[in-house]
C-alpha cells in the first residue's frame, strides 16, 4: 500500500509524518524495536529494503492528493540528503 511506503520513507529519513498517520508512525516504531530486541532487525527488513521503498513507491498511479505532496517531500529530503541515504538497492538486470 502507498501509505505503508510513505510512512516508510518517512520514518528513514526522519521526516514528519502527517497527522492522519501519527499512530501508524508510533506502530512502526514500537515494531522495529521488538525486532530489534528480539535479534531479529536486519533479517527481518533486509539491508536493501528502505532503497527498494523509493522506486516501489515512484511506480504507484492514482495517488492521492496528499500521497502526492509527501512523496514530494520524501523526494525533496532525498535531494538534499548525503548519497546513500536511504542504503543502496540491488536491481536485476
Known amino acids: 500500500e502507498v501509505d505503508e511506503l510513505l510512512l516508510q520513507l518517512e520514518a528513514a529519513l526522519a521526516l514528519p509524518t502527517p497527522a492522519p498517520w ?4 508510533q506502530l512502526l516504531k514500537l515494531r522495529a524495536l521488538k525486532q530489534a530486541l528480539e535479534g531479529r532487525g536486519a533479517v527481518a527488513q533486509g539491508l536493501a529494503a528502505p532503497a527498494a521503498w523509493l522506486p516501489t513507491t515512484l ?8 500521497q502526492r505532496q509527501r512523496l514530494q517531500a520524501v523526494v ?11 542504503g543502496s538497492a540491488t536491481y536485476a538486470t
Open 22 to 25: 501519527q499512530a501508524a508512525r
Open 76 to 86: 525533496a529530503a532525498l535531494r538534499s540528503a548525503a548519497p546513500g541515504a536511504l
Open 59 to 66: 511506480r504507484q498511479s492514482g495517488l492521492s492528493p496528499a
